[in-house]
């Protein structure tokens, strides 16, 4: 089957049969990895190496430290104001969806003037979001936040902000889908479940001149400036998600790395929305210039048969295509583990529905 959610995601089938075969004894130590402390000195290499691979793929400059947190991408919608801003600050947020939404709401619970800059509009080609020039930038903002890839949404900023603030960006569903300059970044988050590991894990990429300034009453385990020192284990870490997040980065690396990934997924989200705009049956909502490369969002022209499209699709073994709750129709999430395989599959089943409809 090709898992099509928008996460907890399809992990590649390579890791998966590794993790498999490891799982009683990892490391030839006649023990899970599970089962490891996180003090050991395999699991510190296991850990290191995993950064230091995300550091490759990534091209992570030296003045950035990577860490591996808890909470996934929601936790770190606290974690960045109470780092990176103090209680009286002001802060600038682009709300691009619906999960810039929740970001800007859990802001306001630590910083007292979150300045929405800019929104999602109508265009004649479909949603989009408000350009650079009608934002209204507040002048001594403590940064500037945006997710760059709605999953729910399936609208992406292609270009990165050129803004004073230092950026910050919720990188939840399209972190290593392709090539990035990290350098243009004050801090990348993302909750690990899309294209990297298990739920419940987070990564935060924080540059250095960003750290020691959180506010009072930060807790702990969300304090970017004691993740950093403790090199991410001030608290037991979820090492069973650092293991797998390091085997995906492992596998990526085999896969050629980010560029290679990119091409992968621009041809794998071209031959989807080519057929999507094709067809009479299916719509996407989305401006074409605002389209994500991860998340495509698609309509039925008779939503009545949404139900009968969901099965069918199901037998086909084409699974978790509904849309968001909040959204409705359907959604199909390709990230870098769904394979062109999966793309050509549904694009069959789509024709073949609609042939049949
Ligand atoms: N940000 C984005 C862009 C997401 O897609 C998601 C989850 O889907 C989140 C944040 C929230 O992540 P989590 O469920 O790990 O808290």
Redesign the pocket.
Known sequence: PFNFS??PAMLPAEVMKQAQEEFLNWNDLGISVLEISHRDPAFIRLAEQAEQDLRDLMDIPDNYRVLFMH?????Q?SAVPQNIAGPNSTVDYLNCGI?SE??IREAKKYVQHVNVVGAAVQTDQGKAIASADAWQLSENAAYFHY?P????DGIAVHEIPDVAAPLVA?M??NILSEPLDVSRFGVIYA????NIGP??F?IAIVRDDLLGHPQGNTSTIMDYTVQAKERSMYNTPNTFAWYLSALVFQWLKRQGGIAAMGQMNHAKAAKLYDFIDSSDFYSNPVNPNYRSIMNVPFLLADERLDGEFLQQAQHAGLLGLKGHRFVGGMRASIYNAMPMAGVDALVEFMREFERKA
């Open positions: 928008a996460g909470g996934g991408g929601r936790g919608f999960w929740f970001a997710c890839n709605e999953t729910v919720d939840s569903s909750g690990a479940q899309k739920s419940g987070a």
